[in-house]
């Protein structure tokens, strides 16, 4: 990366917050608004703006894609609601090099599902119980700052098996009041960019005003930024005539212009 800062797009469906009122009282700006703060908080290196389901292309437009380093998503009862062609942007800006970071109920998103390629399903119980997250990876970057664990006092509970692939690397490993664990930080590689799932976050209660959680956002962004240049169709088809050495046919087999005295 150079030295701009990093585009990061909080997004967020933002139905819940006026839809019930525990959830406005807890975050009357959206979600994505106390994600967003937390970020820009973090330091200047972040440039951090927020679109929601509600705006023209759910505000991820073509354009608007292009520019952005890292998106965040979280999202729960209106994951149909998102169309397919958005889903299909954001796809390709993935495997072109743009982190994404999935929270709590996004795990059933369409671009999560899709990029995982399976169900993304779990157990669950919201009880109001104590989730105590384990850090499994003290050496990641986004486990910096982050004791051995950490508790969240009223969370709701996800639980094995979460129908995921084995992820590239774990961070987190929750544990429940009921017994339960569940692979609560997990990062892929999908093309160019990576993929971080974050479990914290249901809506009824105000994690995402906890200081480890917000420590653990913001390091995701930064290790899910795109490293170095990438191109921008992904893989393209490179023809032969553009190869450095001359190929030439021989036999109904490609040769390299000098190769075996050939020429």
């Not at 974050?198 to 995402?208: A, D, K, S």
Request: proline letters at 5%; charged letters at 25%; hydrophobic letters at 35%.
């Amino acid at each position: 990366m150079s030295d701009r800062k990093l585009n990061v797009v909080v997004w967020g469906e933002n139905v819940h917050e006026h839809k019930n009122k525990v959830v406005n009282e807890l975050y009357p700006d959206g979600m994505h608004e106390t994600i967003a703060s937390a970020l820009r908080e973090a330091g200047t290196e972040l440039n951090v703006t927020t679109a929601t389901l509600q705006e023209d292309q759910c505000g991820l437009t073509e354009e608007r894609l292009a520019k952005t380093d890292v998106l965040t998503w979280w999202g729960h009862c209106a994951h149909g609601d998102v169309p397919e062609e958005v889903v299909d942007r954001v796809q390709k800006r993935v495997l072109e090099g743009m982190g994404l970071i999935v929270l709590h109920s996004g795990h059933y998103s369409k671009i999560f599902k899709r990029l995982m390629g399976t169900t993304c399903s779990l157990t669950w119980r919201e009880a109001g119980e104590k989730e105590r997250l384990w850090v499994c990876n003290p050496g990641h970057p986004i486990a910096q700052g982050i004791d051995t664990y950490f508790e969240i006092e009223n969370a709701e509970m996800y639980g094995e098996p979460f129908g995921i692939p084995s992820p590239d690397e774990q961070v987190f490993i929750s544990w429940f009041e009921g017994g339960e664990v569940f692979r609560s930080g997990c990062c892929w590689h999908r093309g160019n960019g990576k993929i971080f799932y974050f479990r914290p976050g249901h809506e009824t209660y105000p994690v995402y005003y906890n200081k480890n959680v917000q420590r653990v956002l913001v390091n995701s962004v930064l290790w899910a930024a795109p490293q170095g240049s990438v191109w921008k169709d992904g893989a393209p088809n490179i023809p032969i005539e553009k190869a450095p050495e001359k190929i030439v046919k021989r036999g109904g087999s490609l040769h390299q212009e000098g190769e075996d005295g050939f020429k």
